[in-house]
């Protein structure tokens, strides 16, 4: 079950998810089954831990996300949480042995984007290197 956390005005639900790896792909899907908050604290404590790690060009979660210079890991989170001010907002997550992904959602009226985010652990850790995102705007 999801637990709402009411901030600023709007609701953001936090949740967990089971992660699968796509088959013939570098990517992982999120599919939630059943809402998992220390899942998703797991997850995002990894992707958190590599806030200072620069984005790699070749990754598909590179981008521009405000700051010059190389787009790090909290460039790319700050940008997505950012836009989490009104609506219904619902960050998920979940890691199996060796990886997480991190499933950020915002809807408020027609405007709505999401951006999953997988990656690798080591130590906790998430590996930029194997950043990998879909995004839409």
Do not use: W
């Amino acid at each position: 079950m999801m637990r709402p956390l009411r901030a600023f005005g709007t609701t953001v639900l936090l949740g967990g998810a089971l992660i699968a790896p796509a088959i013939g792909g570098p990517t992982s899907t999120v599919a939630s089954s059943s809402a998992d908050p220390v899942s998703t604290q797991k997850a995002l404590r990894a992707l958190f831990a590599a806030a200072n790690d620069s984005i790699p060009a070749a990754s598909s979660c590179h981008g521009n996300f405000g700051p010059s210079g190389q787009a790090k890991v909290k460039d790319l989170l700050a940008m997505r949480m950012a836009y989490l001010y009104a609506g219904v907002n619902v960050i998920e997550g979940g890691c199996s042995i060796t990886q997480c992904a991190v499933s950020i959602k915002h809807a408020a009226g027609e405007d709505v984007a999401s951006a999953v985010i997988s990656f690798n652990i080591s130590a906790g850790k998430a590996r930029a290197s194997s950043l990998q995102c879909v995004i839409t705007p």
